[in-house]
């Protein structure tokens, strides 16, 4: 194997639960499990300064060097709250055990991760692998930020509605299944090629946000469009979606508005979409849409029948426990303005 195979591979592994490592599931609640890297004094002051003002607690990621170097800054963290985990060589897990005045539980996985050994040793301790974390924050999950970058990450996760808290409190924390591995290789691979081949811009920004949106150039049947009218096609962020659905239809549903709402801008902001004339959605969720002032069609009974066969598969692949009530999918669209009048 060579040297820069095993770093993937083991990644791999611990998305599937090696060593014990964790996992974070989409609960549909705004929580996100903040992680923060300190690799030096000023970081470790700098970051206790940001989250001390906004009355916050963090996973601190410290090398054990650092945590012998300034066990009482080290200490004071872990008694104000802060979830105190290692990174690096897992040599230093008892000098950071030392230096926190408790049993280190969790170690980091990723960049400076300790390598096969390393996590042998870890397990043995009972020390985890803390959840990977993704590229941008999304509820239940977790998110890494650098001191420097804390601030300004901070204020945006505030307004976009997220709560961030140490890994340890996230409420779906649990251990990783190969189940894991398998969600991780099907959105880096199906759903992210759909997304670029479909240009489809993501608006889920906010820790409720639902939507994505895609420019058409043509308008599908059964839209009573001329075929070459540019349209925009609405998708669902399935994950989020299944999560808020989990703690009850309403919280969804008001996903949904405000998710609209999102559109809207996009329609307005993005030049991409300024030509689209019409929004829709092919969806089995198209009740809520219909509530919301769009009109249904259905759709010519082949294409349903592949429609429908699509959404099962997604179901299976993000666990819904939730046997649907509707089979049958159809199309909900509305005139563009129309819908900003509503939601613009």
């Given amino acids: 194997m060579t040297p820069s195979a095993a770093p993937r591979l083991r990644r791999a592994l611990l998305r599937a639960g090696a060593f014990g490592a964790q996992s974070a599931a989409q609960t549909g609640l705004p929580q996100l499990g903040l992680s923060v890297p300190v690799h030096s004094a000023d970081e470790l002051l700098q970051a206790l300064r940001v989250l001390e003002h906004r009355r916050l607690s963090a996973t601190l990621l410290i090398p054990a060097a650092l945590a012998l170097q300034e066990a009482a800054t080290v200490r004071a963290a872990a008694q104000a709250g802060h979830e105190i985990a290692g990174t690096g060589s897992a040599a230093g897990l008892a000098a950071l055990d030392v230096a926190a005045c408790q049993s280190v539980a969790a170690w980091e996985a990723g960049e400076t991760e300790p390598g096969w050994a390393g996590w042998q040793a ?17 509820p239940g999950q977790t998110v890494r930020i ?11 996760l505030h307004t976009n509605g997220f709560r961030p808290s140490p890994v340890r409190e ?54 009573p469009l001329p075929r070459t009218i540019p349209t925009a096609e609405l998708h ?18 008001r996903a949904y508005l405000r998710s609209l709402k999102d559109v809207g801008r996009a329609l307005q902001e993005r030049p991409e979409l300024h030509g689209a004339q ?42 819904t426990t939730q046997a649907s009530s509707v089979l049958v999918p159809k199309m909900a669209w509305l005139p563009r303005d129309e819908f900003l009048k509503r939601y613009g």
Avoid: K
């Fill in 122 to 138: 870890l397990a043995a301790r009972g020390v985890r692998p803390l959840p990977l974390p993704g590229p941008t924050p999304q």
């Fill in 146 to 156: 650098a001191p420097a970058e804390l601030a300004a990450r901070l204020d945006e």
């Fill in 170 to 223: 996230l409420s779906g924390l649990r251990r990783a299944t190969p189940r894991d591995l398998l969600l991780h290789v099907y959105a880096q691979t199906v759903e992210a090629n759909f997304t670029r081949q479909h240009h489809v811009i993501d608006l889920t920004q906010r820790a409720d946000g639902v939507m994505r949106v895609a420019p058409l150039p043509s308008a599908p049947d059964p839209l």
């Fill in 236 to 253: 669902l962020d399935s994950a989020r979606i299944v999560g808020l659905a989990a703690r009850g239809a309403l919280g969804a549903y």
């Fill in 278 to 319: 019409a929004v829709f959605a092919v969806t089995l969720f198209y009740a809520p849409l219909e509530q919301a002032g769009f009109t249904l069609l259905e759709l010519p009974p082949a294409r349903a029948r592949v429609y429908a066969l699509g959404f099962r598969v997604l179901r299976l692949v993000h666990g």
